[in-house]
């Protein structure tokens, strides 16, 4: 394999900040909204866009993004390892920490890592001859819940209302 050029490992970084910096700037715009500071909350926005854009070139340039089966694979293989291999030790390292309350929430999102894995694999097994359902995701853990949202969250304990309908 070729060796990873400066370029490449530059645009890695990017990507990663890129993505962070949009994530951290929705929240932001949310909470300039809350206080009612609507011009802040609109330049959040206008930054988050930006930034938006700066990932996707950075993700496209590093091609990240390939055909659906093979973005499939992708997702199985990341979430698989998420599952098995990341979270397992940061739940760990949370309850040798004391953290108590990241422990529970790392437990989720361990759990809902693996329920994506088998989702993505359902769709990958009949690509192109997928049976339509409808996706509900609690706004809490992530999971996701076919059909309709369930009165109480099977991995965390939110209420119905939590979950949201995804729509594209
Ligand atoms: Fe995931
Ligand atoms: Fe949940």
């Keep these: 394999m070729a060796e990873e050029t400066k370029t490449e490992?530059?645009?890695k970084f990017a990507l990663a900040g890129?993505?962070?910096a949009r994530r951290k700037y929705k929240a932001f715009k949310e909470k300039a909204q809350e206080e009612g500071l609507e011009q802040a909350?609109?330049?959040f926005k206008a930054a988050e866009m930006g930034e938006t854009a700066h990932s996707g070139y950075f993700l496209n340039k590093l091609n990240g993004v390939k055909s659906t089966s093979e973005n499939l694979q992708g997702a199985i293989e990341g979430e698989k390892y998420e599952a098995e291999q990341v979270y397992p030790a940061v739940i760990d390292d949370a309850d040798e920490d004391g953290q108590a309350d990241v422990k529970k929430y790392v437990g989720y999102v361990k759990t809902v890592e693996g329920e994506h894995a088998?989702?993505?694999?359902g769709i990958l097994d009949n690509l192109?001859?997928?049976e339509e359902a409808e996706y509900y995701v609690c706004g809490n853990c992530g999971h996701v819940h076919l059909s309709e949202a369930p009165e109480v969250c099977p991995v965390c304990g939110a209420l119905k209302k939590s979950f949201k309908l995804v729509s594209l």
């Design 118 to 121: 088998e989702l993505f694999k």
């Design 18 to 20: 890129e993505s962070q």
């Design 41 to 43: 909350a609109k330049m």
């Design 128 to 130: 192109g001859d997928n």
């Design 9 to 11: 490992r530059n645009m």
